[in-house]
């Protein structure tokens, strides 16, 4: 039972736009930790995508956004393409660092 | 451009010591604030913290694991270590090293993983 809660999965066609959710208490995202998401793909290691809620690392495209509003999250895809297909997760602090269950993303 | 090199056995007994090693590269891990972190990954499911050595030498556990655990580090050799004593199945997983510059997160480099197997 992870402390973050995801969708198992979402999808979506190329080209269009999907949303991840993560859902925290206030032990966490309410006591307004920060989230941060990352991007795994399968035999990888995870890729860090948004930190501190809604900032791109360099490199990562300005079609991931993020966003935090009080006890959840969320991170956006605009204009999806085949190779955006991961497992993401968010990641917050409760005491500890703290993962959502992952949410597998399929594009269509 | 930092990175983060992973070595050590995948393979465990039951009740065994799992140790590991993380090889920083272009960066000391006795400079500049960060947090170096290991992370594990049971193959199919989340992600679980399993505790960092800060640049000082401070290191901090996962409450569900610190009796077994401790991390370490050489900073002659600039790595930082994991040991977790008598492994059972349940600590199957794929371990990462990572780093984060910020207690609360935001693991911005990580090492390759390294999966482990427990059986007799």
């Known amino acids: 039972q992870s402390v973050l809660t995801q969708p198992p999965s979402v999808s979506g066609a190329p080209g269009q736009r999907v949303t991840i959710s993560c859902t925290g208490s206030?032990?966490?995202?309410?006591?307004?930790?920060?989230v941060h998401w990352y991007q795994q793909v399968p035999g990888a290691a995870p890729k860090l995508l948004i930190h501190h809620n809604t900032h791109r690392p360099s490199g990562v495209p300005d079609r991931f956004s993020g966003s935090k509003s009080g006890t959840s999250a969320s991170l956006t895809i605009t204009g999806l393409q085949a190779d955006d297909e991961a497992d993401y997760y968010c990641?917050?602090?409760?005491?500890?660092?703290?993962f959502g269950g992952g949410t597998k993303l399929t594009v269509l | 451009q930092v990175q983060l090199r992973q070595s050590g056995p995948g393979l465990l007994k039951p009740s065994e010591t799992l140790s590991l090693t993380c090889t920083v590269s272009g960066a000391s891990i006795n400079i500049g604030g960060y947090y170096w972190t290991w992370i594990r990954q049971v193959p199919g499911k989340g992600l679980e913290w399993i505790g960092y050595i800060f640049y000082n030498g401070r290191a901090s556990y996962n409450p569900s694991l610190t009796s077994r655990l401790n991390i370490s580090r050489d900073t002659s050799k600039n790595q930082f270590s994991l040991t977790l004593t008598s492994v059972t199945g349940a600590d199957a997983a794929v371990y990462y090293c990572?780093?984060?510059?910020?207690?609360?997160?935001?693991?911005?480099?990580w090492g390759q993983g390294t999966t482990v197997t427990v059986s007799s």
């Open positions: 206030s032990s966490n995202l309410g006591a307004d930790y920060d």
């Open positions: 990572a780093r984060n510059y910020d207690v609360f997160g935001g693991l911005d480099v």
């Open positions: 990641q917050s602090f409760d005491n500890r660092l703290v």
